[in-house]
């Protein structure tokens, strides 16, 4: 409880001079600056347009699998010209052709996933006018059904359907990782301004008191209680104050333009950053966050996928070597008439039935190769698969040992601060009584500097990892339930 008031007293302290801002400027939060950059950032605009194409790129795997129904036709076809006609003495003469050939056909047509074949359907309908004799003949199809089925092949329908529903989730979760990592970026962009805000603080309250002891030694020089040297010295210190003071107003002016412009904030408002207050104290263990991670990461679903692809190349390498073959069969009715209703009226019978297959005589070994070629990727991918699942595995150790390491350091920070700054205090008070050297104060004032410093870099790396911490498994362990959005 001690440790923690001291941390909240700190943070206070460090929050009064991050709010002391000019009433137009746009006081920010660590949530609120997140927020924003999730809506509003370049980052989250692409993983947006990236999420819907994986989306319709998922209804179009879809539609593969539903029946398609199509109308095609030629209306007109007409035609006035010379042809080539070829007559039975072998001779060639160009007759004049005038007609008109329209037509149109309707195609229903549904896929069969087990065995990656087609069943169809078809009707059409064909007009044909001759000008030049002003005749007019009717051609159909009234219906027509048929299947074709490839034999000994490669069905694709069959391991896209394996694949591409893992492909789709593997999009989902990297939609929700996409987000986590604007977190993480946007963070690091947080912490630099912030830590810009709090060294102009510091510059500028050491360029006061700097100028300040100055005055005093002065007049102990024209007291004869110092050297020469001493004042060289402070005046050293003023110069070098007031070059801290220059440098941190630059690196605030650019890591306000680098936060701003991630953020997709055009507004040109000063922005005054507020330490975070509430520092995250969610207990997180390794097992916890390593479940998570394989439930809900795109990387364990792209595990999966990757095993999946490389046993869909073996099937593929085998269905398109060796015997191949494709029956295609069709059964209907079709006829002529000089009208629409005599095409309909008792048509003939059609039949269809075609077997094509390809034997391999002789390919000196390249079927056998393609086959071995295939089996050895998967064997390969296997073992790429286990050696980024360890890596995946120890990453989130790593990150799970760091968090819970850091929050403890936050308050050992906050704690070194306090003490540097009382100790600064009173050695400036010492050196001001003349009981203490001015390398002394000198040493007083960079630790007072550095312990600030120390502590608002501890907060970026505790905030660093927590959002990784997110990242790496998609689950938000202070609210205890999985990321969405």
């Not at 094509?356 to 190769?369: A, Y």
């Amino acid at each position: 409880m001690k440790q923690l008031l001291i941390l909240l007293f700190f943070i206070s302290g460090i929050q009064a001079f991050c709010m002391a801002a000019p009433p137009d400027t746009l006081r920010l939060t660590l949530t609120e600056v997140v927020d924003l950059a999730r809506k509003n950032s370049i980052a989250a605009k692409q993983a947006i347009a990236v999420k819907e194409n994986k989306y319709w790129q998922w209804r179009t795997f879809k539609s593969n699998y539903q029946p398609q129904l199509s109308l095609s036709g030629m209306l007109p076809g007409y035609s006035k010209t010379y042809q080539q006609v070829l007559q039975p003495n072998g001779t060639i003469l160009f007759q004049p052709v005038h007609n008109d050939n329209s037509s149109l056909q309707l195609d229903f047509s549904q896929t069969i996933t087990a065995t990656g074949g087609t069943v169809y359907g078809t009707t059409n309908l064909q007009r044909f006018d001759d000008f030049d004799r002003n005749n007019v003949l009717y051609n159909g199809v009234p219906y027509a059904i048929g299947i074709s089925q490839p034999l000994f092949q490669y069905n694709s329908l069959k391991w896209d359907k394996k694949i591409e529903p893992l492909k789709y989730d593997e999009s989902k979760q990297a939609f929700i990782e996409s987000q986590e990592q604007i977190a993480v970026t946007v963070e690091g962009y947080f912490f630099d301004l912030l830590l810009a805000q709090v060294n102009l603080h510091v510059a500028e309250i050491n360029l006061r008191n700097t100028q300040q002891i100055m005055k005093v030694a002065n007049l102990k020089f024209e007291l004869g209680k110092i050297s020469k040297n001493e004042i060289l010295q402070l005046q050293l210190e003023l110069l070098n104050a007031k070059k801290d003071v220059g440098t941190a107003s630059r690196n605030i002016q650019i890591a306000t333009l680098t936060l701003r412009s991630y953020m997709g904030i055009d507004s040109e408002a000063e922005l005054a950053l507020v330490v975070p207050e509430e520092i995250s104290r969610m207990e997180v263990s390794a097992d916890r966050v390593l479940t998570e991670a394989f439930e809900n990461r795109s990387e364990a679903i792209a595990f999966v996928r990757r095993v999946a692809e490389a046993k869909r190349d073996v099937a593929l390498a085998k269905g398109q070597t060796g015997l191949t073959a494709s029956l295609t069969a069709n059964l209907g009715f079709s006829n002529s008439a000089a009208t629409v209703p005599g095409v309909y009226h008792n048509p003939q019978d059609q039949q269809l039935l075609q077997l094509q297959f390809s034997i391999p005589v002789l390919d000196w070994g390249r079927s056998k190769s393609k086959i071995k070629t295939a089996l050895t990727n998967e064997q390969f991918t296997a073992y790429a698969v286990e050696q980024d699942k360890q890596t995946f595995r120890q990453q989130i150790v790593t990150q799970v040992t760091l968090f819970n390491m850091l929050k403890e350091q936050i308050v050992s920070n906050a704690q070194a601060d306090s003490i540097a700054g009382e100790k600064y205090k009173i050695a400036r008070e010492r050196y001001v009584l003349g009981d203490l050297s001015i390398t002394d104060l000198g040493i007083a004032f960079r630790e007072n500097d550095q312990a600030k410093r120390d502590f608002i870099n501890a907060l970026r790396d505790f905030w660093g990892a927590y959002y990784q911490l997110r990242y790496l498994s998609l689950y938000d362990f202070e609210k205890k339930q999985k990321i969405t959005y």
